[in-house]
T-cell receptor, first 114, second 111 residues
């Protein structure tokens, strides 16, 4: 158990809908990272938040957005969903603003868009 | 564009065999290279390498970074069925905020 908690574990929805994925980082960690893992793309970095502020941005679509709240949990919002958004979404956390070593991953949220 | 390439994409071996997994990278401002093992869900950390030529070992697993060749290898000796997993190579790039992952190597160890 990495200490990173993600909900929901599984989510099935229809195209055009909007979903929110939630992540609680390990106790004491200030950074939250979101990754998308699909069969053909591997793990793709989406976005990082550090202590409530956006720190780094990767290949995140405009239809996707994230935020980190004062209690440090984070939410990833996915809207106008398309079939290609079906993937496993991981949240990871680290103590500082830079990775500096191991990232601790949650168990992931599997999103299926029908 | 930052890129991490792993090879082979997949392989099947028998218990007791030794395997070598490869990772090559092209990234901006390299900081470190990490290996992860992904069995069912969350990737779990294996090694982090920052200096070239230093071997990191943990039991039957070992890894070396070659910064000149921009590559790393992960060796697994005396493989067991429990080693079956996806092995992910990731490079920490830019200002330490970004892990760029390779597509992974799927290893299957047959008994």
């Amino acid at each position: 158990d990495s200490g990173v908690t993600q909900t929901p574990k599984h989510l099935i929805t229809a195209t055009g809908q909007r979903v929110t994925l939630r992540c609680s980082p390990r106790s004491g960690d200030l950074s939250v990272y979101w990754y998308q893992q699909s069969l053909d793309q591997g793990l793709q970095f989406l976005i990082q938040y550090y202590n409530g502020e956006e720190r780094a941005k990767g290949n995140i679509l405009e239809r996707f957005s994230a935020q980190q709240f004062p209690d440090l949990h984070s939410e990833l919002n996915l809207s106008s969903l398309e079939l290609g958004d079906s993937a496993l979404y991981f949240c990871a956390s680290s103590w500082g603003g830079a990775i500096d070593g191991e990232l601790f991953f949650g168990e992931g949220s599997r999103l299926t868009v029908l | 564009e930052d890129k991490v390439v792993q090879s082979p994409l997949s392989l099947v071996v028998h218990e007791g065999d030794t395997v070598t997994l490869n990772c090559s990278y092209e990234v901006t401002n390299f900081r470190s290279l990490l290996w992860y093992k992904q069995e069912k869900k969350a990737p779990t950390f294996l090694f982090m390498l920052t200096s070239s030529g230093i071997e990191k070992k943990s039991g039957r697993l070992s890894s070396i970074l070659d910064k000149k060749e921009l590559s790393s290898i992960l060796n697994i000796t005396a493989t067991q069925t429990g080693d079956s997993a996806i092995y992910l190579c990731a490079v920490e790039a830019e200002y330490g905020n970004k892990l760029v992952f390779g597509a992974g190597t799927i290893l299957r160890v047959k008994s």
